[in-house]
């Protein structure tokens, strides 16, 4: 019995690190910065019901849900990610690193923000 509770145990405290931990060497910035770098890739990984129709076509939009299937379509440049709280911005960020990406900066946004 005692040697079935320990794997439950660790895959519980597992998911509550990947989650929760934040992702060191990632830089927040404002949505005014982006707008005025001109080398970044800019990718929004909020919900579709919440990013809709509030950005130009400088945006990705790829929701955390679809990365596993998209991430291969986002180029080898530095990306900047747009996101709705911390955990999605640690969730996407160890993803797309793990990945082979280059995280540069993100932004925690609303859903007022234009792009």
Same mark, same amino acid.
């Given at each position: 019995?005692?040697?079935?509770?320990?794997?439950?145990?660790?895959?519980?405290?597992?998911?509550?690190?990947?989650?929760?931990?934040?992702?060191?060497?990632?830089?927040?910035?404002?949505?005014?910065?982006?707008?005025?770098?001109?080398?970044? =890739? #800019?990718?929004?990984?909020? +919900?579709?019901?919440? $990013?809709?129709?509030?950005?130009?076509? @400088?945006?990705? %939009? !790829?929701?955390?849900?679809?990365?596993?299937?998209?991430?291969?379509?986002?180029?080898?440049?530095?990306?900047?990610? =747009? #996101?709705?709280?911390?955990? +999605?911005?640690?969730? $996407?960020?160890?993803?797309?690193?793990? @990945?082979?990406? %280059? !995280?540069?900066?993100?932004?925690?946004?609303?859903?007022?923000?234009?792009?």
């Amino acid at each position: 019995m005692f040697y079935m509770v320990i794997p439950i145990i660790v895959l519980i405290i597992g998911n509550i690190l990947k989650r929760y931990v934040p992702v060191l060497h990632v830089a927040h910035i404002s949505i005014e910065q982006v707008r005025q770098s001109e080398d970044v =890739i #800019v990718i929004d990984v909020r +919900d579709y019901t919440e $990013s809709h129709g509030n950005h130009t076509s @400088k945006v990705m %939009c !790829i929701p955390y849900a679809y990365l596993k299937r998209y991430y291969y379509e986002i180029p080898n440049k530095p990306i900047h990610l =747009i #996101v709705h709280n911390k955990v +999605d911005r640690n969730l $996407s960020v160890r993803f797309l690193n793990k @990945k082979g990406f %280059c !995280i540069q900066s993100y932004s925690v946004a609303t859903n007022k923000v234009k792009l």
